[in-house]
């Protein structure tokens, strides 16, 4: 997510970062993005960007089109943690702006998910399918958008409209960074609403005894990991512990051979043993290692440090994907000190 982010901004300079305008940012945009995702690997990171069409025959009195762009904090290890954007225009009919939000959807949803979506020209009586731009990533879900906003602009063929431009100054900055704060707020408030929603609905009546024996099986393996385990995050469905797994075996990712231990994040139901546990990946935890062992690996080329990143991201993926299938993380299997010891032991063969 952050080389994706860092990409993206070498070509777009951001208005607004989480709010913050960045003519108030004083260190360089990718520090200060490192050090917000670094405090909180889970974060959103919203970026307000002025988009300037790059047709020349653009055929809409619109000099930029002004947005706000999410990036969930889960993206893009999750199918379903699609960017979005929310277009801030003033100036452009709210009914375009959601064909061009919805637009924005679909790319993602290519790029992410290998969905396929076709733009409708009922003039012509014919359908185009979208086409990404140069890759999957944050740059070209843009660069995608930027091809085919004037498809999405006139998606309501029937209504006619005009749009007015204004002079760019400081107050327009200042109201679109405003803009772009308020719905980030609308946006957090709604997310904060949804994961209340699905906490009650998941939320399960436990057995006490089962309780108690889930509470004894962590505490066991909290005895016996001691520093390689700690807390990331508790509520009324899971404890989420990160932990620290030793690179025993051959044929692992390089950049995790050079850091001799992986991290991931372990998922105990509340009702564990009963329901299994799961893997998920921590969020920034290759393109971190790329950033602090970047001196040691300062001989490598550039795209053999991004390499290095994805290699490891590949085989993070496909190995969470197995364990979480496997018959391994099934209740049968009730000591987590276990579970941890089969990982460190059979990593290459997940």
């Known amino acids: ?17 989480n709010g913050v305008p960045t003519s108030k940012i004083t260190s360089p945009l990718k520090e200060y993005i490192h050090q917000m995702m670094t ?18 025959d653009f055929p809409y009195d619109v000099e930029t089109l002004n947005f706000s762009l999410r990036i969930p904090g889960n993206y893009p290890y999750r199918k379903d943690a699609l960017p979005t954007i929310v277009v801030l225009n003033e100036e452009i009919p709210r009914g375009f702006a959601v064909n061009v939000e919805v637009g924005f959807k679909k790319i993602a949803g290519i790029a992410i998910a290998g969905e396929k979506y076709v733009i409708s020209r009922e003039e012509e009586d014919e359908e185009i399918a979208i086409d990404l731009v140069e ?30 431009t ?20 609308r946006q957090q408030e709604k997310l904060r609403q949804k994961k209340i929603h699905e906490e009650q609905q998941q939320n399960k009546e436990v057995d006490a005894g089962v309780i108690r024996r889930r ?31 030793p690179i025993y075996e051959g044929g692992i990712p390089e950049l995790w051979r050079f850091n001799r231990e992986l991290k991931i994040i372990m998922h105990i139901p509340i009702d564990y043993p009963g329901t299994p546990v799961t893997l998920s990946p921590l969020n920034n935890f290759n393109t971190n290692l790329m950033l602090k062992y970047k ?3 300062e001989n490598q080329e550039s795209t053999k440090l991004i390499s290095l990143v994805e290699e490891a991201k590949f085989f993070e993926k ?29 990593l290459v063969k997940l």
């Open 1 to 17: 997510r952050y080389l994706e982010i860092i990409k993206l901004l070498k070509y777009h300079h951001p208005i607004t970062i």
């Open 39 to 56: 405090n909180d690997a889970t974060v959103d990171i919203y970026l307000s960007f002025r988009l300037q069409p790059s047709d020349p």
């Open 135 to 164: 890759g999957k990533g944050l740059l070209s879900q843009i660069k995608t958008l930027d091809k085919y906003l004037e498809e999405f602009l006139k998606e309501e063929k029937k209504q006619t409209f005009k749009f007015i």
């Open 166 to 185: 204004f002079k760019e100054d400081k107050k327009k900055n200042e109201m679109l960074a405003k803009q772009e704060q308020e719905q980030q707020k």
């Open 215 to 245: 509470n004894e099986l962590i505490e066991e393996m909290m005895n016996k990991l001691g520093s390689h385990l700690k807390l990331f995050s508790k509520n009324s469905n899971e404890n989420k512990y990160q932990v620290s797994i």
């Open 295 to 297: 001196k040691s690996l």
């Open 318 to 346: 496909k190995m969470i994907s197995n364990f979480n299938k496997s018959n391994f993380a099934q209740p049968a299997h009730q000591n987590l000190v276990y579970v941890v010891n089969y990982l460190a032991n059979n």
